[in-house]
């Protein structure tokens, strides 16, 4: 089997997987209620989500010891980006803050150094 034809094979069934595991979550709940206790399981799906996708970028150990005030830089920043979604409840304001203690300590890094 040539390569092209095998990676169209994969795409199929991956995307026929995807589509079949959502469809039946659809299908199994479409006629009922569902219960409480999932319910509330649910509802931190999204945060639990959004943490295995951000932290290990935060603090992932640094292989080279040149990048590892810049992965300490993310750490500070990540922090600061915590105390104002905390205290803001606002992405924006989040968005800012983070990106801007970022910016702001990797400008200042070189003098610093």
């Known amino acids: 089997m040539d390569a092209p034809l095998k990676l169209w094979l994969v795409i199929g069934a991956v995307g026929a997987l995807n589509y079949l595991s959502r469809l039946s979550f659809i299908a199994l709940f479409a006629r009922r209620t569902i219960p409480p206790w999932l319910l509330r399981a649910l509802r931190y799906v999204p945060a639990a989500m959004l943490t ?5 970028m935060i603090v992932a150990p ?3 010891p040149a990048e590892q005030v810049h992965a300490d830089l993310r750490v ?3 922090l600061v980006a915590g105390a104002v979604a905390f205290t803001s409840s606002s992405t924006l304001k989040t968005l800012i803050a983070g990106m801007g203690t970022l910016w702001l300590l990797q400008l200042l890094l ?3 150094a």
């Open 76 to 78: 500070l920043a990540a």
């Open 62 to 64: 640094s292989l080279q």
């Open 110 to 112: 070189p003098r610093i």
């Open 52 to 56: 295995a996708l951000i932290v290990p």
